[in-house]
C-alpha cells in the first residue's frame, strides 16, 4: 500500500463514522463476475499486447457514481478526485480514469452487449440472494427529458414552412439529438427517450429496463414473462401481454365489480412509481444529455443498477430492523 493510500483510507474513516450509504451499496453484491465481462470489450492481452486497460471494477463502479449523482462525464471525473466517499466506492485507485475514457468504454459495452451481460449478472445475483420473482411483477414507464434545440428547432421550423433545406456541419450534426421525439400526456410537451421498467411486487427490485423514443405508446412494450403475472396501469387497456395473469387496470364506463378490481390493482402496482422517484428525485436523473437511442439504453441501465443497489441496502436494514 502506497502512503498516499494509507492516508486517504484514514481519512476515510471520519467519513465512515458519519455514515456512508455508499460503503453499504458497495458490500450488497459480488464484484467479481463484473471483471471478465468488462474486460471483453478491451482489446489489449499479453499475446497481443497494447497499453494498460483502466480496471474494470472502476468502470462499473464509476458509472454507478455518476447514475447515483446525475453527473456528467466531467464532473464524474472531478468529483472521483475530489470526494473521499467515491475514492473509497472505487478502492482508492492509483489513477482515475478520464472522462473522454468513459465515455469511450460505455460505448464499447453497449457496441458489444456487455451491458446486457452485466444487468444479467445482477439478476443472477439478485435471484441467489433470494429475491426471486413469487407473487407477480409491475410494469410502468416515465418519460426521461432531453434537449430539443429551441433555437434549432425554431430555425428548422421556419425553413419547413419556406420549403428550403436545413444543412448541418458535421460538428454540428454531433451536438443534435438523433432519436429524440416528441409526446404529449396530461396536456404537457414532452421531448426525449422514455424508459420501461419492470419491478417485483414483492421486494421492488427492477427485473428488465428497455428505453424507447418518447412517442412510444407504453402499451406497445410487453416486459412480461409467460410465467409470471403482470400488474400494469389504464395505459395497457386493451393491450395483449405474454403473461399468464393480465392485472392490467381498465379504462371507461365500469361495472361496480370492474371498479373493484382497479382499486385492488392500483394497490398492489403503486410500488412501480417508486423507482423512477427515486432515481429523479434522489439521483437527480431525470435527463439525459446523450444524443443516441444507444447511449440513453446503457445509461438508463446503470440507473436502475444503481437503483438495485440501493434498495438492497433498504432492504437489508428492513432485515436487521425485523419490520
Known amino acids: 500500500m502506497s502512503f498516499n493510500k494509507f492516508i486517504l483510507k484514514q481519512q476515510y474513516q471520519k467519513v465512515k463514522g458519519l455514515g456512508d450509504r455508499l460503503e453499504l451499496m458497495k458490500q450488497q453484491i459480488d464484484w467479481k463476475p463484473f471483471i471478465p465481462l468488462v474486460k471483453s470489450v478491451f482489446r489489449d492481452n499479453d499475446t497481443t499486447g497494447g497499453r494498460p486497460h483502466t480496471n474494470e471494477l472502476i468502470v462499473v463502479r464509476s458509472m454507478l457514481l455518476q447514475a447515483w449523482y446525475g453527473l456528467s462525464d466531467p464532473e464524474l471525473e472531478f468529483q472521483c478526485h475530489d470526494r473521499l466517499s467515491f475514492r473509497n466506492f472505487l478502492g482508492f485507485p492509483e489513477q482515475i480514469p478520464d472522462f473522454s475514457t468513459i465515455w469511450r468504454i ?18 443472477r445475483q439478485l435471484d441467489q440472494k433470494g429475491y426471486q420473482v413469487k407473487k407477480g411483477t409491475i410494469q410502468d414507464a416515465s418519460f426521461i427529458e432531453a434537449d430539443v434545440g ?16 436545413v444543412e448541418y456541419s458535421e460538428k454540428q450534426q454531433r451536438h443534435i439529438d438523433q432519436d429524440g421525439s416528441f409526446s404529449v400526456k396530461h396536456g404537457q410537451v414532452h421531448y426525449g427517450y422514455k424508459s420501461h421498467i419492470k419491478i417485483d411486487t414483492d421486494h421492488h427490485l427492477i427485473r428488465r429496463v428497455e428505453v424507447t423514443t418518447a412517442h412510444v405508446h407504453d402499451g406497445d412494450i410487453d416486459l412480461a414473462r409467460p410465467d409470471e403475472v403482470i400488474y400494469r396501469d389504464k395505459a395497457f387497456t386493451g393491450k ?17 365489480h370492474e371498479k373493484l378490481r382497479n382499486k385492488r390493482i392500483c394497490r398492489i402496482r403503486a410500488p412501480g412509481e417508486r423507482p423512477f422517484s427515486v432515481i429523479k428525485r434522489v439521483f437527480h436523473s431525470d435527463r439525459t444529455q446523450v444524443k443516441t437511442l444507444e447511449r440513453v439504453e446503457i445509461k438508463e441501465m446503470f440507473k436502475c443498477f444503481g437503483y438495485n443497489l440501493y434498495q438492497l441496502v433498504t432492504l437489508e436494514r428492513k432485515r436487521v430492523s425485523g419490520s
Not at 429551441?150 to 433545406?165: F, H, I
Open 106 to 123: 460505455r460505448d464499447r459495452l453497449n457496441e458489444a452487449g456487455a451491458d446486457e451481460q452485466i444487468w444479467d449478472e445482477l439478476q
Open 150 to 165: 429551441k433555437k434549432r428547432y425554431s430555425q428548422e421550423k421556419k425553413a419547413r414552412k419556406k420549403g428550403e433545406p
Open 240 to 256: 395483449e401481454t405474454r403473461a399468464k395473469g393480465n392485472g392490467s387496470m381498465k379504462r371507461g364506463i365500469l361495472t361496480p
